[in-house]
């Protein structure tokens, strides 16, 4: 039996996504640009995902821009800022590389963050002056890490974006949060928010960004006037009900799978570090006592073990049949140590020893103590003989 | 799950050897499992590390049904290999950065990860063999195809890794090698060798490669009698022994560096007798078992032609006088087709007279220590 633990890198979809997806390939195929019945009903559906993506996110449904995904809606919401005003782009040294180097493409500035990983709000304050060159276009600072599980302060953000630097459009990378958090309550003062549909039960290559009316954005795709003339293409319809059917059975199951998968996670958490010394997990103060994971998802276990390196540890449980993840990669396939990690000032030896176990609605007990028995065991096994 | 000739790590660098060294060892029965590794991470596009390198690697892994991981070791790449690589020109050696690549990555921290991982061998598309003499002795042997031979930069090898090492290609040339992947259908059966240092950018090439490192300083060439007869843009990337790339005018004769004064910036050219010298020290010496005596040879380099001598305590004494080798580069030694060890060249005596130039013998040319006559 494999233990998915990788929830955070992707997800099964959601059988009712499926069953919503599986009639627009090969019955209501039409381009919903146009004009015959087909058309209409393929239209339909977009709208109708529209007003459920809408209502998820707290958004108007003519403020949902379809995309290829979240790195797309990231870039849209960035460049396409950028484009329209000029002007700098900042964001927080721990966003996912699709908004991190974007903003480094573009000569922005990083914000650094604090040894919790949450973003330095004075840092923010600073970095927002308009002494220091070109006014501030955007900001982006996600909801919550894709690697740590670490919640941004979102609502102070937007305090200090407001007062520092009025202009400003605030951006919110929501990839990871919508499983675990209330997005619509969280995000309420961004003006762009992006999703992902393959994080919570949607297919994979298709995504959301939430463009509120007073942020006006140059289009990264030029073409058929789609998406109101902010996303040119046909949309990728069957992936876009897909989305939203997900979407809508997330939210519904949100207020009971955050308590039970925290329980799981706690517990995975908590039996690691009792398992073997020199753990250390992100995003918590050490000290005595039940370890606090307020300011973390509900479904993240990230810890780095002092003595190993990821890719041997994640080669054993492999073969226990544990699919996990190190959070970190490049192209090639190799794992490079975190900038996440680095940005909260783990040491770089730590930071190759570390171990994201991601849950997600389908985590069972079971895999709990799969990964219970393994982890500790691996770890053991490479600190004795490597 | 071993199968039943046990597993292997395979390291896929990409190309056509170690890709055909997968698909040996997948259709003998091995339970093989290919890795690649990421080194380096800067600009390079000499034969490694490019994510179209790993990308071949994985696709030949998918073709022959295999697993395929990555594994990055680019922090120890840089301690053991580039790092001593750049600091031993800057000392005016002559360093050999895929033996201790080998030394410290290959043989070293990839035999210690595939331990951990369970793993009962590693496997690589080095063209050599690893042979067994009648004493139950591993050795490294010549590759069959004598022109892409590597035994030499397999020197180092000790008995723990011969007895975990398969080299599968080494029984094959090149041309069955390619005919080999070309049969299976591999994609990278006519992918060209890697040329050169692979963390090198062939178009910058060295000089570009250590001017971002260190600061790379002009010499005049001399000769002989302390003539002025040209000058090199950066001493540190002379060699004793080098005979391209100096620029010597209108002088037309074949000529060698035979000294070179880093301190004052003289490199002194002379005729291929002016480096001939009876003896070289060799350091860092270590056998693949136990010690040899008698009549040896030695190879200097990568593609060298071996040179017969005896040992005698740390330096080798040439049978007849042989040209100096350049401090820092690797030579392995040979009885007949093995290898029976390796070290490093040291000091060597001056081939000549430096006269009054005022370059030539100082104290690094100097032999630091005669030969100790029947030590070991």
């Excluded at chain 2, 950065?97 to 030394?103: A, T």
Aim: proline share 5%; hydrophobic share 45%; aromatic share 4%.
């Amino acid at each position: 039996m494999v233990h998915y633990l990788d929830n955070a890198a992707t997800t099964a979809v959601r059988p009712a996504a499926v069953e919503a997806m599986l009639p627009l390939y090969t019955e209501v195929y039409g381009n919903p640009s146009g004009a015959h019945r087909m058309a209409r009903l393929a239209n339909q559906v977009l709208d109708d995902a529209r007003e459920t993506l809408a209502e998820v996110l707290g958004a108007a449904p003519g403020q949902i821009v379809f995309t290829a995904g979240g790195t797309e809606a990231d870039n849209l919401a960035i460049r396409g800022a950028l484009d329209a005003h000029g002007g700098a782009a900042v964001c927080s040294a721990v966003e996912h590389h699709a908004v991190l180097d974007t903003v480094e493409h573009y000569g922005g500035r990083i914000v650094s963050v604090r040894p919790d990983g949450r973003i330095d709000l004075d840092a923010l304050a600073a970095a927002l002056d308009p002494a220091l060159g070109p006014p501030v276009t955007i900001v982006s600072v996600m909801l919550a890490n894709n690697e740590t599980g670490i919640i941004q302060p979102l609502a102070e953000v937007v305090d200090v974006v407001r007062r520092s630097a009025p202009q400003a459009l605030i951006h919110t990378d929501a990839v990871q949060a919508l499983c675990w958090l209330d997005v619509a309550q969280a995000a309420a003062d961004a003006d762009l928010i992006s999703i992902s549909a393959h994080k919570f039960g949607g297919p994979k290559g298709v995504g959301a960004l939430v463009v509120r009316d007073r942020a006006r954005l140059a289009p990264l795709f030029i073409g058929g006037g789609q998406e109101r003339d902010r996303r040119g293409g046909t949309q990728n319809v069957a992936g876009i009900a897909g989305m939203a059917v997900a979407a809508a059975e997330t939210v519904a199951e949100r207020p009971s799978a955050v308590p039970r998968v925290a329980a799981l996670r706690d517990r995975l958490a908590d039996g690691i570090r009792a398992a073997i010394d020199g753990v250390f997990e992100s995003g918590v103060a050490a000290g005595p006592g039940p370890v606090d994971r307020s300011i973390k998802t509900a479904n993240i276990c990230h810890v780095c073990f002092e003595g190993i390196e990821s890719e041997a540890l994640l080669f054993l449980l492999e073969k226990q049949d544990i699919m996990a993840s190190a959070a970190s990669s490049c192209a090639s396939g190799a794992m490079d140590p975190s900038h996440v990690l680095a940005a909260m000032g783990f040491p770089r030896e730590l930071a190759f020893g570390s171990l994201r176990l991601s849950l997600g609605y389908g985590t069972t007990d079971v895999d709990v103590d799969a990964a219970l028995r393994a982890v500790p065991a691996a770890v053991t096994r490479l600190r004795e003989r490597s | 799950m071993a199968g039943p000739l046990g597993n292997v790590l395979v390291a896929m660098s990409g190309g056509v050897d170690s890709s055909v060294t997968a698909a040996l060892l997948a259709e003998a029965g091995y339970d093989v499992v290919g890795v690649t590794l990421k080194l380096w991470g800067g600009e390079s596009d000499s034969g490694c590390c490019s994510v179209s390198d790993v990308d071949d690697a994985r696709w030949v892994a998918h073709r022959i049904g295999i697993d395929h991981h990555v594994f990055n070791f680019g922090d120890d790449f840089d301690r053991y290999v580039v790092e001593p690589y750049v600091a031993a020109h800057s000392a005016g050696e002559t360093p050999n950065p895929c033996v201790e690549c080998n030394r410290h990555i290959k043989f070293d921290k990839l035999f210690r990860r595939a331990d951990a991982l369970g793993f009962d061998a590693i496997a690589t598309g080095h063209h050599a063999r690893v042979v067994t003499d009648g004493d139950a002795v591993r050795r490294i042997a010549r590759g069959a195809d004598g022109d892409k031979d590597q035994s030499y930069v397999l020197h180092m090898l000790g008995q723990a890794q011969l007895a975990r090492l398969l080299l599968p290609v080494g029984h094959l040339t090149k041309g069955e090698v390619r005919a080999k992947a070309a049969d299976l259908g591999l994609p990278t059966a006519d992918k060209p060798d890697s040329q050169d240092v692979c963390f090198i950018h062939s178009q910058g090439g060295r000089q570009a490669f250590l001017g971002d490192r260190i600061p790379l300083a002009t010499a005049r060439l001399v000769d002989t009698d302390g003539r002025d007869v040209g000058a090199v843009d950066s001493v540190e990337l002379v060699t004793i022994g080098q005979r391209r790339g100096l620029d010597l005018g209108g002088d037309t004769g074949r000529r060698y560096v035979i000294d070179i004064d880093r301190p004052a910036r003289v490199v002194t050219v002379g005729r291929r007798d002016d480096l001939l010298v009876s003896w070289q020290r060799i350091d860092g010496l270590a056998w693949s078992h136990q010690p040899v005596d008698g009549p040896l040879a030695f190879q200097c380099s990568a593609h060298g032609t071996p040179r017969p001598g005896r040992l005698d305590g740390g330096a080798i004494i040439w049978d007849r006088p042989q040209p100096r080798v350049a401090t820092g580069q690797s030579i392995a030694v040979y009885v007949g087709d093995r290898v029976v060890g390796g070290g490093v060249a040291g000091a060597a005596p001056n081939g000549f007279d430096p006269g009054t130039s005022g370059g030539g013998a100082g104290p690094a040319e100097s032999p630091v220590r005669a030969p100790e006559p029947g030590s070991r």
